[in-house]
């Protein structure tokens, strides 16, 4: 890895930490604050919503301006509106400050991924050398995170935490100004179209919806299925959320490696397919050390998956038009997500909060035999 690289890699930690503590808490800190199942369903959907319009955009600005800026006021968005979030209470005023904030995490989280993918150092060494250490990296971080909250519980309170996530980020908007530039291109948007139209392309599209699918009873019922299957306490919840996301760091790392080394990527997606959705359908089963297991064998799968994400944009399409295809990866998965939270939450009121794991495992066992049988498309070269 190159010293170039090690300050992207070390704010992409940072805040994919802060972000990770208002992902698992903030709705919990919003019914805290005396806001209804209903109010907080509104106040976290609909900023969802939001991502649907701008993932794109935000994506194709990334190809025509200096994603070191968009970094920068990503990241202001962020802190300021978690911060703010903890000195009012009306409603309209905290859904402003989350669609702040979702534009913020937008803005980021796009354009560090197009500043990653830009780096020279993705045409000096092998191609996925970075990307292992940038999934690998965030997914430890992420593990550590979690965990820490359980202690930091012990001694501060939730709203202390959420402020603490907010001037963190704050703190990573003026380190981001040392970041690298990237360069800036200016391209029709009819020169996406026949990428996109492109028999892998779209291959490679379907494979990312499918896999995003499981992502719905992750947001809808992980914190609830915990509670009602379990009955575990705050801290012990973090326990079982975090130490699993550990192996999916670790598994990036590995699966990275043996690329670089000559492993067929189509492989590394097959096992992460089977890991990913297996370990959802053994998590569901009500005993928690064989729940707790499937959970770490499902994050070894995403891992895997991820790393091949990573590996499969850089090979599949132009560097000038990274920042597009970014915005229609996050397009994808953000529609895979919400379709996915929708039909998890019909599923969980008809039967329990286990069944949508089941569910969503099969999907992903079932895009199994999708993504052997176009397993030559799926195989990039370095």
Known sequence: MNKEDRLPLFISYIAS???????FFLSLYLFNKGFSLVDIGLLMGIPILLSFLISIPIGLINDRQNSKTLIIIGLLFIGLAVISITFFSTFWLIMGFLVLKTIGMNLFSISMDSLIFKRKSLIETKKNDIFKFYTGGMGIANGLTILSCGLFFLFFNL????IVAGVITLFLMFLSFFLPNTEKTEISLFHYKDLLVSK???IFGIIIFLFALHFGPEVTNYSLFLQEVFDLTKTQMAIYMGVPILPLGISAF?????MQKGMASYKVLLMGLFFNGIGHIIQAIPYLPISFLGRIIHETGDGAVMIFTMFGISILFPKEKIGGILGLNTFLKVI???LSSLACGYLASIYNNSVPFVVAGILCLASLF?????????THQQ
């Open 159 to 162: 709203e202390t935490l959420i």
């Open 336 to 338: 895979a997500t919400f």
């Open 200 to 202: 892998e392309a779209v």
């Open 370 to 378: 999708l993504a052997y049988y176009y397993r030559s498309l799926l």
């Open 254 to 258: 590995i699966f990275g490696s043996k």
């Open 17 to 23: 930490s802060s972000m990770t503590i208002m992902a």
